[in-house]
């Protein structure tokens, strides 16, 4: 039972550098998320996507980039890395959230430090 | 997008005492959704609360959504180190863009 896999685990990055975080879901869920957690603020979300082929923004999407082009997949790209990105990624994936309180899976988290 | 606002935000106490925290906004929801962070890991769904006034229990863990389905509160009897973590309330269904709390991090002392 995969559920939602998150790759890489760790990764360091200098300022500048880019580099594209994987989520991957075995569960044919239709809506995936990405956030963003730092102490003492919560989970923010980035990006989000209600389907193959679509993605929106959340609350925090700048300096982000997102494709969602197979349903399993969705990938966070940072193409210019700065340190205030560095935090714990999440990504979540649930069946619906449109009409019914079907709960987000999430991944075990990226932790990513930039300096 | 929803705001919600969780108190308190960290909460200290010794094994076997009980405690409640509490998920408020100004908006109304169709239901409210409790997780549970470990530390190093991703959150995990506790429990939704759909109707206005209802009361759930798991175990020692009680939640209750208030008669405005604006508020909800999450308490804990007899703590036990266990229970240590982040707890986070979520909008249920009827969003796309979800809004998580801030959460109240707890950690029982044995």
């Known amino acids: 039972n995969a559920g939602v896999t998150q790759t890489p685990k760790f990764r360091v990055l200098k300022t500048g550098q880019s580099m594209t975080l994987l989520c991957a879901q075995d569960?044919?869920?239709?809506?995936m998320y990405w956030y963003r957690q730092d102490p003492g603020m919560g989970l923010r979300l980035i990006h989000y996507?209600?389907?193959?082929?679509?993605?929106a923004k959340g609350e925090v999407p700048d300096g982000y980039n997102v494709s969602r082009l197979k349903k399993q997949n969705f990938l966070l790209g940072l193409e210019s890395a700065a340190p205030s990105q560095t935090s714990v990624y999440f990504c979540a994936s649930s069946l619906d959230r449109g009409y019914s309180n079907q709960p987000q899976h999430f991944g075990d988290g990226t932790r990513l430090s930039i300096l | 997008t929803q705001l919600l606002e969780q108190s308190p935000q960290f909460l200290s106490i010794q094994e076997g005492e009980n405690l409640t925290v509490y998920c408020n906004s100004s908006?109304?929801?169709?239901?409210l959704q409790w997780y549970r962070q470990e530390p190093g890991e991703g959150p995990v769904l506790l429990v939704t609360?759909?109707?206005?006034?209802e009361v759930k229990k798991l175990k020692r863990l009680t939640f209750q959504f208030g008669d405005a389905r604006k508020d909800s509160s999450l308490h804990i009897t007899a703590a036990q180190p266990g229970d240590t973590g982040l707890y986070l309330c979520a909008p249920g269904g009827g969003y796309q863009k979800v809004t998580f709390g801030t959460g109240t991090k707890l950690q029982v002392i044995p």
């Open positions: 569960m044919n869920h239709e809506y």
């Open positions: 609360v759909v109707t206005g006034g």
């Open positions: 908006s109304v929801f169709s239901s």
């Open positions: 996507s209600v389907g193959e082929g679509t993605t």
